[in-house]
């Protein structure tokens, strides 16, 4: 008897392990994510998360073209909106994975291999914060409507590269 109580259990464990499942979110324009990357002055930012388009060209090399940088790797970006400064937040790959759980999401366009260029992940992920170094994505925030604009006008910019 008590090795049938086990087994059972054991069954059921396997039944139960194998019938929960996370739902994945498909990203259709872009989402927020809160508490992402950490900096001085904030815990974590907002994180503005879109799909990438592994078609065109890398993201850092739209950047270094759209804002005339001197590296590709550069993952802090000054830019202007009605002349306030901000500083835009890049997040490579190890960012992603430490800050962001990108398993969540799936993507909507599943490219084939041989139409990617380069090594790209698989979503772009950004933060922006003002020149006193306040997270602009945050619900809370006076500049959140402004940079939202931006980021989604320099998505749109970069995603109209299309080949």
Do not use: W
């Amino acid at each position: 008897m008590n090795n049938r109580n086990f087994s059972l259990f054991v069954v059921y464990a396997i039944l139960i392990s194998c019938g929960i499942h996370k739902p994945k979110y498909t990203i259709t324009d872009y989402v927020l994510v809160p508490n992402a990357k950490e900096i001085i002055g904030n815990k974590g930012l907002t994180a503005f998360v879109f799909e990438n388009n592994k078609r065109i060209i890398p993201f850092q090399q739209f950047l270094a073209v759209h804002y005339n940088l001197q590296t590709l790797n550069q993952k802090e970006i000054p830019f202007e909106i009605n002349d306030e400064r901000f500083t835009l937040h890049v997040y490579d790959a190890t960012e992603m994975e430490k800050y962001i759980n990108l398993s969540d999401f799936v993507m909507k366009e599943q490219i084939p291999d041989v139409s990617k260029m380069g090594n790209q992940s698989d979503f772009i992920v950004l933060s922006a914060v003002n020149d006193r170094n306040e997270d602009c994505l945050k619900d809370d925030s006076l500049y959140q409507t402004r940079v939202l604009k931006y980021l989604k006008n320099l998505k749109e910019a970069y995603l109209s590269n299309d080949r």
